[in-house]
């Protein structure tokens, strides 16, 4: 089964940092950029970061760059996102999500998500 | 830096009436508009992919079309296991989403 589970999240006080992790089994994880994306509480979705398949290519949405950092590690099939100097409106569910590639141009496979609390 | 903006945010239909979602993209995309479904709790699941392909296993209910800048998302026959809310997406950007609720 094509699965992804993130793993991770948590309470943590403003300014504080955490590791998500997006642990992927099912297929061949080196072959495929991988996203993060976060939903804030009752919000819309908000598309993060992606990384490509080899993990030279990272980008960001501007509201977290110099603060996030995507990587990866395809010897064990995990994706990772360290994020920094949390701020109270970066409380949200974090989603990995694969992207498709050439083949289908979507979000094509999502994990269930890891809920960061961001409070003092 | 391209926009996706959807309509409406919500809506109330009764079982079996057909829902019409738009999104309309601030420049023109071609084909390149996915949908999302998500239920309450749960993680988005794509149904539909470069504006009109259906995602292997969604039911051939849910339909998309259009190109350019304007796009739309239909459901035909809603059923009660349709509650959801709704996103379109290009690229990296999503649209705000349209809640669909049974009248």
């Known amino acids: 089964e094509v699965q992804l589970v993130e793993s991770g999240g948590g309470l943590v006080r403003p300014g504080g940092s955490l590791r998500l992790s997006c642990a992927a089994s099912g297929f061949t994880f080196k072959n495929y950029w991988m996203n993060w994306v976060r939903q804030a509480p009752g919000k819309g979705l908000v598309w993060v970061a992606r990384?490509?398949?080899?993990?030279?290519?990272?980008s960001y949405a501007d509201s977290v760059k110099g603060r996030f950092t995507i990587s990866r590690d395809n010897a064990k099939d995990t994706l990772y996102l360290q994020v920094n100097s949390l701020r109270a409106e970066d409380t949200a569910v974090y989603y990995c999500?694969?992207?498709?590639?050439?083949?289908?141009?979507?979000?094509?496979?999502w994990g269930q998500g890891t809920k960061v609390i961001v409070s003092s | 830096d391209i926009q996706m903006t959807q309509s409406p945010s919500s809506l109330s239909a009764s079982v079996g009436d057909r829902v019409t979602i738009t999104c309309q993209a601030s420049q023109d995309i071609s084909n390149y508009v996915n949908w999302y479904q998500q239920k309450p709790g749960k993680a988005p699941k794509l149904l539909i992919y470069d504006a009109s392909n259906l995602e292997a296993g969604v039911p051939s209910r849910f339909r998309g079309s259009g190109s350019r800048t304007d796009f739309t998302f239909t459901i035909n026959g809603l059923q009660p296991e349709d509650i959801a809310t709704y996103y379109c997406?290009?690229?990296?950007?999503f649209g705000g989403g349209t809640k669909v609720e049974i009248k």
């Open positions: 997406q290009q690229y990296d950007k």
């Open positions: 999500a694969r992207w498709g590639g050439l083949q289908l141009d979507a979000f094509d496979i």
């Open positions: 990384i490509s398949s080899d993990g030279t290519s990272p």
